[in-house]
């Protein structure tokens, strides 16, 4: 994956986003949506948490690819743009 002037290699595309913008291992941003830690609150819709706005940069990633084998250019545009929404958020997470 590469975003702006930063290249990763990973196993899976949660892997090099989060290698990309500095955060933690996929599987511990996972269990940051799915299990919040004791005497925490389960994260707000309004401000996603990291492992989430992941898996909707995989799912918008999933989406725009079928879209791409469709000839749908459309919703590839749609998706991609969605895509850099939810890099733009990682990015400042990163931070």
């Given at each position: 994956?590469?975003?702006?002037?930063r290249i990763a290699?990973?196993?899976?595309?949660?892997?090099?986003?989060?290698?990309?913008?500095?955060?933690?291992?996929?599987?511990?941003?996972?269990?940051?949506?799915?299990?919040?830690?004791?005497?925490?609150?389960?994260?707000?819709?309004?401000?996603?948490?990291?492992?989430?706005?992941?898996?909707?940069?995989?799912?918008?990633?999933?989406?725009?690819?079928?879209?791409?084998?469709?000839?749908?250019?459309?919703?590839?545009?749609?998706?991609?743009?969605?895509?850099?929404?939810?890099l733009e958020e990682l990015k400042k997470?990163?931070?």
């Open positions: 994956m590469a975003y702006e002037n290699m990973e196993e899976t595309l949660e892997g090099a986003i989060a290698k990309i913008f500095g955060l933690n291992a996929p599987s511990a941003l996972r269990r940051q949506v799915e299990e919040p830690a004791a005497g925490t609150a389960a994260p707000t819709a309004a401000v996603p948490e990291t492992g989430e706005l992941i898996r909707q940069a995989r799912e918008s990633y999933d989406r725009a690819i079928a879209a791409q084998r469709q000839g749908d250019w459309a919703k590839y545009g749609e998706e991609i743009k969605r895509l850099g929404g939810i997470k990163g931070k």
